[in-house]
């Protein structure tokens, strides 16, 4: 459900390989792609050629964003995602030098010495040499990463851009196939590349695949009422039905099918639904959803209660992870719906509490939770935002949420990730009166639920409710690593509203990391020949 950025990985390599040694980056870059461009052409060889138009619907935190106002050295240039304007430049160079001559505390300098900017003084105290300098250089990082979240943290409404602060998404397939284009990094922030490199190959060009990037930070009406984005889709869809005479195939990642359900509710509700089924039936051939949370998924209220780095691990820490994630307004449509639909009778709640001087656990609404962080503004914003909006909670008591009816489409390909280990519940404990940590609490695996470091995880022995009611038996599964299984296959509730619905599981495919599998292109490929 985020970015694509794998810090670890990032870590080690410039450790390892300064960002001149181009061959090394450009050797892993091809290695990447090699894949996919041995399968196009192969599949070229059978004959299957570019049929459907295709657009592209990223998920959260997969759209660069740039500024357009604010810190005069940053206008018109890449802020999502920018390792550089995280102030990583200087320190990278220096601690790979650092790590040559010094190769005591290697640990303290990149791990838990950082992560607290109270100790950079006194680390700078203790070290000698050029590993000084690192300690310089982290105060240095420090400051630039503190102006980088002050352009990146929208104000406490979720909505607006802070004084003096203009941040928006890029246009067109660039601002979705990789978030920091560099050459280190590029390989490490793809989002749809690899898909775009294949699709490319296979002989798509701009003329029938475009991409739909937004900003992923504001909540979904708001996209139309701040940039037009919705008005924008329905040209962007209407254009590519007009160039290719036939109706348009959209492909979502993750958050990006929160967003293409989204707009065929403000289509219903600003055209009525007669105009809008007609429209979408002419310009929309299929919606293919690729890892969709179509009930949310209960790490997002981690996210909010302790923070999301949004892949970005080893760059923000604490009260940084949580000021980001608590201003994303968007966030509140990735919450957890329909508990029954994910859990049997094992587990009674997301979110657990042992309050101050309590001894036992208990069950609590992650709105209580949010209050008990000091985090009212949070629940005030889902609330107007999603919860009393029609397009996407309930019209009236007796009616169900909006977004969790059919979307209007003639065809439905659904395709995620299964099999592995996903965060389903949370035990927090209350430290005092606006502060709940989670606790350290490990047990083992019972009727396929673990729990470790106070997360409970569903594993693929976990009972299904949801393929107990489509089977008649409780068949064990386990999601993708980010979305439980029920989430992610609540879509097959829709047999008899959809008349074409597919649904194609990947046995051990992770949910960031289905965009970069051959197995998505593929299933794509073999999909569009039908159509030819």
């Known amino acids: 459900m985020t970015t694509q950025l794998m810090s670890e990985v990032y870590k080690e390599e410039i450790m390892k390989h300064p960002e001149e040694d181009f061959d090394y980056y450009e050797q892993r870059e091809n290695e990447h792609y090699t894949n996919h461009h041995r399968l196009a052409k192969e599949l070229k060889e ?42 990583l430049r200087k320190f990278k160079h220096t601690v790979g030098k650092a790590l040559h001559r010094q190769s005591s505390q290697p640990q303290d300098i990149l791990g838990s010495e950082i992560r607290d900017e109270a100790h950079h003084e006194s680390l700078a105290t203790k070290l000698d040499g050029s590993v000084r300098q690192v300690a310089a250089d982290v105060t240095g990082t420090s400051k630039m990463k503190r102006k980088w979240i002050e352009h990146m943290c929208l104000q406490e409404d979720g909505i607006s851009d802070p004084p003096g602060v203009k941040v928006r998404p890029y246009t067109g397939l660039e601002a979705i196939s990789y978030l920091d284009p560099k050459r280190i990094t590029k390989r490490l922030s793809h989002v749809f590349a690899p898909l775009i490199t294949f699709l490319t190959e296979l002989g798509y060009d701009e003329q029938n695949l475009q991409a739909a990037p937004y900003d992923w930070r504001i909540p979904l009406h708001h996209l139309e009422t701040r940039d037009g984005y919705f008005t924008q889709l329905v040209k962007m869809i209407e ?43 002419c310009y929309v051939h299929t919606f293919f959803a690729v890892g969709p949370p179509w009930l949310g998924a209960p790490k997002i209220g981690r996210a909010l209660i302790s923070g999301e780095a949004m892949g970005l691990d080893h760059f923000l820490f604490g009260k940084e992870r949580l000021r980001l994630a608590r201003s994303c307004g968007s966030i509140g449509c990735l919450l957890p ?4 639909k994910f859990v049997m009778n094992e587990i009674e709640s997301f979110y657990y509490l042992k309050k101050k001087g309590e001894d036992q656990f208990q069950p609590c609404p992650l709105k209580d939770l949010l ?8 629940v005030e914003c889902v609330d107007k935002n999603f919860m009393n909006n029609p397009l996407y909670g ?16 003639e065809r439905l390909f659904a ?8 965060e389903l519940s949370y035990y927090y404990e209350q430290k005092n009166e606006h502060k709940i940590v989670l606790v350290d609490r490990d047990s083992p695996e019972k009727d396929g639920y673990r729990t470790s470091k106070g997360i409970t995880y569903e594993t693929n022995r976990a009972k299904q409710p949801l393929l107990k009611i489509l089977t008649g038996n409780p068949m064990a599964q386990s999601g993708d690593g980010s979305v439980p299984y029920a989430s992610l296959a609540f879509c097959r509730l829709w047999e008899k509203e959809i008349p074409d619905l597919r649904v194609k599981e990947l046995e051990g495919v992770e949910h960031k990391n289905i965009l970069s599998q051959p197995v998505l292109a593929l299933t794509l490929a073999r999909y569009l020949k039908e159509f030819q």
């Open 415 to 422: 395709l995620y990730g299964v099999g592995l280990d996903t």
């Open 394 to 409: 309930s019209r009236s008591e007796d009616q169900p949420m909006s977004i969790l009816e059919a979307p209007p489409v």
């Open 46 to 87: 059978e004959g299957i050629v570019p049929t459907l138009p295709i657009l592209l619907v990223p998920g959260f935190a997969s759209s660069s964003l740039k500024v357009e106002q604010g810190y005069k050295r940053w206008e018109n240039k890449r802020i999502w995602i920018s390792l550089h304007k995280l102030g």
């Open 337 to 340: 719906i329909e508990r029954s």
């Open 239 to 281: 254009t590519l039905h007009h160039y290719n005479g036939r109706p348009v195939l959209i492909i979502a990642h993750s958050m990006g099918n929160r967003v293409v359900q989204y707009f065929f509710n403000w289509l219903k509700w600003t055209r009525g639904e007669t105009d809008a089924t007609a429209w979408i039936k």
């Open 371 to 378: 209050q008990s962080c000091d985090a009212q503004r949070t």
